[in-house]
């Protein structure tokens, strides 16, 4: 993906998520990750470029957390009729957010790991991956808890809980599913395309 494309489906993706959204304490919490993502992408874009399948990957993370920091994950449309029409007892927007946040870590994580030559084994790279992805998921947690002791009720949309008492459990188990997925299936065109950006 062209470098212009990417900016401007980002740009316009969250100009039109800061446009009235459902509560902008929440939007700004939510897009917060995909604003410092992007800065720390420009920052680092000429001395570390990463692989197109890893720019597209965070392009499609900041997508997710601009579309939950718009409507709120409790209340994102697409999923709010998915809920009716399986039966779901809530809306699962934030739990596809927690899946991505396996998913997409893993090979943001693994190309650094690999470039940087932290690891040589396949199977510590495997380990190391999976567990930064599920530190950054256990960070996260910690972090909507912080924001629910200092804010009060205010935060209730941002931790979008619904009243699950398991909710903090599976969104952790989501993001080890995501970052599991991640290595099963993009490692081969992820391994492609760093020797590619090598050569």
């Excluded at 959204?21 to 897009?31: A, Q």
């Excluded at 692989?51 to 409507?71: A, E, F, K, N």
């Excluded at 927690?98 to 090979?107: D, K, N, R, T």
């Excluded at 909507?144 to 949309?157: K, N």
Aim: charged share 15%; with cysteine; net charge neutral.
């Amino acid at each position: 993906m062209k470098t212009i494309v990417w900016v401007v489906i980002y740009f316009m993706a969250l100009v039109w998520s800061a446009i009235d959204p459902r509560d902008f304490y929440t939007w700004f919490l939510e897009v917060l990750p995909a604003l410092i993502g992007a800065g720390t992408l420009a920052a680092t874009r000429r001395r570390f470029p990463l692989t197109p399948l890893v720019y597209i990957l965070i392009l499609v993370h900041s997508l997710i957390l601009m579309q939950g920091g718009h409507y709120t994950y409790a209340e994102e449309p697409f999923f709010n009729w998915l809920k009716e029409i399986i039966g779901w007892p809530r809306n699962n927007y934030d739990k596809l957010g927690h899946f991505a946040q396996g998913f997409i870590p893993a090979m943001v994580t693994r190309e650094i790991l690999l470039r940087k030559a932290v690891v040589s084994g396949r199977g510590w790279l495997n380990f190391l991956v999976v567990s930064v992805c599920l530190a950054i998921s256990a960070f996260y947690e910690l972090l909507e808890w912080w924001v629910a002791v200092l804010s009060g009720t205010a935060a209730d949309s941002f931790l979008a809980t619904q009243g699950y008492v398991w909710d903090t459990q599976s969104d952790m188990g989501l993001a080890l599913l995501g970052a599991m997925m991640a290595l099963l299936l993009l490692v081969r065109i992820h391994d492609r395309q760093l020797t590619a950006l090598q050569r």
